[in-house]
């Protein structure tokens, strides 16, 4: 009976993901000192970097999901897995953030138009977009990863395709504006969000599974963070999320952004390929690693706590913010990292 395939630690997988995850709760906690008219240039341009995190989030997504080892046991214990995660997850925050934290917490009249209206746009918080993407996604995994597996060209070329049709979805109103039609082509609402990420979902697997050649690895990390500090010049210039601006915007479709994650996630991994760790640092990444998810979903309820219950650092000003992210981080983790501990708690992180 032949032994059921492993999968081969990889610590950058882990490194990359953590640091998405800091870097979207630093777009949460800075965005109040960001945003604000006569805002500090240094901090906007930072600010519009961090847009990078969720695109290599799905990439990283991509990456571990779509790897023949994730089917290991085959198609529908695959899914069986990552909906028992993430149907339960989706159901518990949707009513932490839509009844408790924006009705409770914050007062807003909770009526069942806004509250049906919400669920249908997964608007509770910034974040919650993010289950139903990564299951829409989930649900093509099978598919996607029977298609890609056994050819590096057929790979790439499934990425490339799916990356061009997101970035026409994405540009195609300015097209129909032209020529004086409907603007509207595909609703962003929660079943069909996840269509517009398909392109990042391939882009990890084939960034993890067919690397770039090691003599150009470092020529294309160098290319990411190039296009990672254009993405913060055209944010603080003003770029904005219209018009044909949408090429050079921060937005996690935007051409420049797409660019720049998929040229660092690849030179990272690439320039990594023989890194090894101690058993020791592979616990701890690990570890955090499989917290960044639970990370995700708190953070914004984290954040709230902290604005309300710490003098200051509701002020919106620069420092302000920058100590609302660092104790965000701090809390985030430990209530993700204790989360996990508890049976039944951890079903929901």
């Known amino acids: 009976m032949p032994s059921t395939p492993q999968r081969r630690y990889v610590p950058m997988l882990d490194v990359v993901r953590i640091s998405a995850i800091v870097a979207v709760v630093g777009i949460h906690c800075l965005a109040p000192a960001a945003t604000v008219e006569n805002a500090p240039w240094a901090l906007v341009v930072f600010r519009s970097m ?27 214990p695959f899914l069986r897995s990552r909906f028992a995660r993430l149907i339960p997850a989706t159901i518990v925050w949707t009513l932490v953030y839509g009844v408790v934290i924006n009705g409770v917490v914050l007062g807003r009249d909770l009526t069942a138009e806004r509250l049906g209206k919400e669920a249908l746009m997964g608007d509770q918080s910034p974040q919650l977009y993010f289950l139903w993407l990564i299951m829409g996604l989930s649900i093509t995994t099978p598919v996607l990863g029977s298609f890609v597996k056994h050819s590096k060209a057929r790979a790439w070329a499934a990425t490339g395709v799916s990356l061009a049709w997101g970035l026409s979805v994405y540009l195609a109103p300015n097209a129909f504006e032209a020529v004086g039609q ?16 398909v392109g990042h979902y391939l882009a990890g697997h084939v960034a993890f599974a067919h690397p770039v050649r090691r003599r150009l690895a470092p020529a294309v990390l160098a290319l990411g963070f190039a296009l990672l500090a254009v993405l913060g010049v055209c944010g603080g210039l003003g770029i904005e999320n219209e018009g044909w601006g949408k090429l050079v915007s921060g937005n996690y479709r935007s051409p420049l952004n797409v660019g720049a994650s998929f040229a660092l996630v690849a030179g990272l991994l690439a320039v990594s390929r023989e890194w090894e760790v101690s058993d020791r640092v592979q616990g701890v990444l690990r570890r955090l690693g499989d917290a960044s998810f639970g990370v995700f979903l708190c953070h ?19 420092l302000a913010c920058v100590g609302a992210w660092v104790l965000v981080l701090g809390l985030s983790w430990a209530v993700s990292l204790i989360a996990a501990r508890i049976p039944c708690v951890r079903a929901v992180f």
């Open 50 to 76: 961090l847009n990078v995190a969720v695109p290599v989030f799905i990439m990283i997504s991509g990456a571990l999901n779509l790897a023949p080892v994730a089917m290991r046991k085959g198609a529908w």
């Open 182 to 197: 409907p603007t509207g082509v595909i609703s962003g609402a929660v079943l069909t969000y996840w269509i517009f990420y």
């Open 300 to 318: 914004f309820v984290v954040l709230i706590g902290v604005r309300l219950l710490v003098p200051g650092l509701d002020s919106g000003g620069t």
